[in-house]
């Protein structure tokens, strides 16, 4: 069974950058998706971005509230997935997790992913 790792969140001012990783102990490939998601306390689990591949082909999508904020990248060779956020709001205040697509399904829901990191918080500060 692959593991998912998250590391990279902090404390950060409004305004500020973080990059969050997802590293996987084994091939990113077992899988066909990856996503990032994120809750905040007394709040549902939210879906923030998304990458999809298929062959060569590669297939990007964000939250409404993230898009033209975040940004979604894949590193094979590490088997690393990344999501770059700046611009980042208050409101941006979550744990965030990692996940992993092995079979089909809406990317942006959770019931599509069987795989799950342990999480990595993220504050911002106004």
């Known amino acids: 069974q692959v593991q998912l790792v998250e590391s990279g969140g902090g404390l950060v001012q409004a305004g500020g950058s973080l990059r969050l990783s997802c590293a996987a102990s084994g091939s990113i490939f077992i899988f066909n998706a990856m996503g990032w998601f994120r809750q905040a306390p007394g709040k549902e689990r939210e879906f923030v971005s998304a990458?999809?591949?298929?062959?060569?082909?590669?297939?990007?999508y964000y939250g409404n509230s993230v898009q033209g904020r975040f940004t979604i990248s894949r590193d094979n060779a590490k088997n690393t997935v990344y999501l770059r956020m700046n611009s980042l709001k208050p409101e941006d205040t979550a744990l965030y997790y990692c996940a992993g697509r092995r079979t089909s399904g809406d990317v942006r829901l959770r019931s599509s992913y069987d795989v799950w990191g342990q999480g990595t918080q993220v504050t911002v500060s106004s």
């Open positions: 990458v999809r591949w298929n062959g060569d082909s590669i297939y990007t």
